[in-house]
């Protein structure tokens, strides 16, 4: 029988172990016609063929959203403010992207019932609808070489750019070099309020 909770990560050797908090979906499945997945290039695909206990709360991820969303976020939202230490950090998809406007909402939801969490999400779903997000949540669009950015999410949102040696567009504002170490950094969660980008190296 299907675990009926969602599978929470509480931390990986990049976002910190137990100190950022973390929730996956299957990039098979949200980032179809995405660049960076079509090319070949997701850092994730290993994880996804490499270990069957990481793919299956992916996927399980995945069905409980769609089987019932509201539940979902509900449980999320518990986990996070049961939690013995208060949470300070808390990365949507590490792997995958937001799926749909309905899972956006939610994320929003989740964001105002933790106020004292601070939420980040990089997304390539530039055809969402970003309105009213919530201070805590920080939404940042993934920028791939190549790959047009909407001027009004550009404007309006940080960009995380890749950078594998094709990319030229970054010097748009203060461009931060992403240290490979979420726990000794923590700029991403905070870069609206300093006004600045980030980019990453091919990895």
């Not at 996927?59 to 509900?74: A, G, I, P, Q």
Request: net charge positive; proline share 6%; with cysteine.
């Amino acid at each position: 029988m299907m675990k009926s909770v969602p599978s929470l990560q509480r931390g990986n050797r990049k976002l910190g172990k137990n100190k950022t908090w973390n929730i996956n979906l299957p990039p098979h499945l949200t980032c179809i016609g995405r660049k960076c997945f079509e090319e070949g290039c997701c850092y994730n695909i290993k994880a996804w063929r490499l270990y069957p206990s990481t793919k299956l709360s992916w996927v399980r991820n995945w069905l409980l959203f769609f089987n019932d969303s509201e539940t979902y976020f509900d449980h999320i939202i518990g986990r996070i403010q049961r939690s013995t230490k208060p949470l300070k950090y808390f990365r949507w998809q590490a792997a995958g992207d937001i799926p749909n406007q309905i899972y956006l909402e939610g994320m929003k939801r989740v964001a105002r019932s933790c106020p004292n969490t601070k939420f980040l999400a990089l997304t390539k779903s530039f055809d969402l609808t970003f309105r009213e997000i919530p201070k805590n949540l920080e939404i940042a669009i993934s920028a791939w070489p190549g790959e047009k950015l909407p001027k009004h999410l550009r404007a309006r949102f940080p960009v995380a750019w890749f950078i594998d040696g094709r990319e030229t567009r970054y010097g748009r504002k203060e461009v931060i070099d992403c240290p490979g170490q979420c726990e000794k950094c923590r700029k991403c969660w905070n870069l609206s309020k300093t006004n600045k980008d980030v980019k990453f190296l091919k990895h």
